[in-house]
């Protein structure tokens, strides 16, 4: 069985074993469960408080920070100081802390935490760590209601989402996100740019840097912990994007390509980036530089208008940096699997190792309905080179709004693409899971099978569809090969024959042994 374990205060899932093989514990996103109408408890609320801020309880339940001390984890960090943040997060990476301090202070890790999320419970995004998943959710103009995309973000941080976006557009963003940051265990992120251009009337020629600013401010009051800037869809890149076979893609990419064409100017988020900068440091928001230009098909893989705004992302990057600002950067889109390697190589050259968050990439576009699969191989093959954060893609990408099950099949995609990942970085401790699993199985200990997958509920389904009754779950075979053809089964009849023959071997040396002694000592006739 399953059940959920604090170390210290931090939260695992644990796996408890048959016989006297020893639990195992897994890294667990799902929070501590609340009534979605009072939120979860602030976790984080005296952290933030000793930090130096004057810690207010609002009816949002938010916590306000005036200036003055450390905020950032990142100005913390460069400090030489280790926060509780910090220690949360090396628990649960089986790290020492010192290495979680000195992977944020060189930029090439973030642990995002608006000090008015409290709720959050501290987890860490960088190549040395665990490759992570974030999952997208949110209201559209045409479907889905607050309550709706509540369930999503549990449903999904009960499957093992790490962070989860709120994409919401529509008339009802705010209220939307309310309720997700006051329900969620995992940080937060948005594009304000959509909430932005609702403010405009849904025209990207009538927004401005000030309705841009004053969107951010009021989302960074609710909590979000990072949010995508597209402030490196400059004017200049705009016509590059024309001869592509799928042009711009991105929504916010497109949104910023249209403002600047429209207007004959650079786009305003690129000239207002160091106010942005104040703006994050104050509440400790993370950027995730939006790839407002990313390919949306394989003919426009790394192609110059992709590697041209990759160029200014790595600029921003350091201009962050400079005012104590944690940033990671976006990445593709659609890309085959002979060009995912140079992503990554040229994003960490460019940003000296700031995290890459990449989307799948997919890395064909024949399968609409299965890009969930199209994309997890791309996104194995991405945080092997040294992705740290994976954004899933569901089986309605390119057709519609995610619904519950979209969202479960988008996630348990993504875990097996992120664990696959760990694997071939050899993460400590990654492959313990798979070979408790495999020991599981190959001694046909079915439960602990069932209990140690990614999705027990369905692994289980799958057996008892042929097998339903309890004898089943000790039988040393499946439906699959029977009790006659079961290569496991045969492998251990092989297993008990060696072993035999090993024993009557030892028996004839023994024998044999004894009789070479009676010669040697006279004693034979």
């Known amino acids: 069985m399953r059940k959920k374990v604090y170390v210290h205060g931090v939260p695992f899932a644990e796996v408890e074993l048959s016989g006297d093989n020893p639990p195992v514990r897994l890294y667990d996103t799902s929070g501590p469960g609340s009534d979605p109408a009072e939120g979860l408890p602030g976790l984080r609320r005296e952290w933030i408080a000793a930090r130096g801020g004057k810690v207010e309880q609002h009816s949002g339940g938010k916590v306000e920070q005036p200036g003055g001390g450390k905020v950032t984890q990142l100005a913390c960090a460069r400090a030489g100081i280790v926060t509780p943040e910090m220690e949360f997060v090396a628990i649960r990476e089986a790290m020492d802390a010192e290495v979680v301090r000195a992977e944020i202070a060189a930029g090439r890790a973030v642990l995002p935490a608006n000090v008015n999320h409290p709720e959050s419970e501290p987890m860490i995004i960088g190549s040395r760590f665990l490759v992570k998943v974030n999952a997208n959710i949110g209201t559209s103009a045409v479907s889905s209601s607050v309550a709706e995309e509540v369930d999503k973000l549990t449903w999904a941080t009960r499957w093992g989402a790490d962070t989860v976006m709120d994409l919401s557009t529509g008339k009802r963003i705010h209220e939307t996100r309310e309720a997700i940051l006051r329900n969620s265990p995992v940080p937060i992120g948005t594009v304000p ?27 960074a009051e609710q909590g979000v912990d990072y949010m995508t800037v597209h402030a490196g869809v400059r004017l200049a890149y705009v016509p590059l994007s024309v001869g592509r076979v799928t042009g711009i893609v991105s929504r916010g990419g497109s949104i910023m390509a249209a403002w600047c064409l429209a207007h004959h100017r650079e786009n305003f988020l690129y000239e207002n980036f160091a106010e942005l900068c104040e703006i994050f440091a104050r509440y400790d928001i993370t950027f995730s530089l939006g790839d407002g230009l990313r ?36 990445g593709p889109g659609h890309v085959p699997m002979h060009k995912i390697k140079e992503n990554v190589d040229l994003q960490q050259e460019l940003s000296d190792g700031a995290p890459f968050y990449t989307l799948g990439p997919l890395t064909t576009d024949v399968a609409p309905a299965y890009d969930h699969i199209t994309s997890a191989i791309g996104a194995a093959m991405i945080g092997m080179f040294g992705t740290a954060m994976l954004c899933y893609v569901t ?29 071939a970085k050899g993460h400590p401790g990654a492959q313990d899971w798979d070979d408790a699993l495999s020991k599981a199985r190959f001694e046909f200990r079915w439960e602990d099978q069932f ?15 042929t097998l339903p009754a309890e004898p089943a ?7 699959m090969c029977g009790p006659k053809f079961c290569s ?7 297993k008990a024959y060696a072993e035999q023959g090993m024993r009557d071997k030892s028996e004839e040396f023994r024998a044999a042994g004894g009789a070479v002694y009676q010669i040697a000592s006279g004693q034979s006739s």
């Open 193 to 219: 740019l959509y909430q932005a251009l609702e403010k405009a009337g849904g025209d990207p020629v009538k927004l401005t840097w000030e309705m841009f600013r004053d969107t951010v401010i009021e989302q």
């Open 295 to 330: 390919p949306g098909s394989i003919a426009d893989a790394n192609d110059e208008a992709q590697f041209a705004e990759l160029r200014t992302l790595g600029e921003l990057t350091h201009v962050a940096w400079e005012h104590d600002v944690q940033v990671m950067v976006e």
């Open 395 to 423: 089986p309605k990408e390119h057709l519609g709004l995610p619904d519950r099950d979209d969202v479960k099949a988008g996630v348990i995609a993504y875990k097996i693409a992120a664990h696959a990942a760990d694997l």
């Open 451 to 465: 209990n140690l997958s990614l999705d027990p509920e369905t692994a289980r389904s799958y057996h008892d569809a």
């Open 473 to 479: 779950k000790t039988a040393h075979f499946c439906s």
């Open 488 to 494: 496991m089964r045969i492998s251990h009849d092989l």
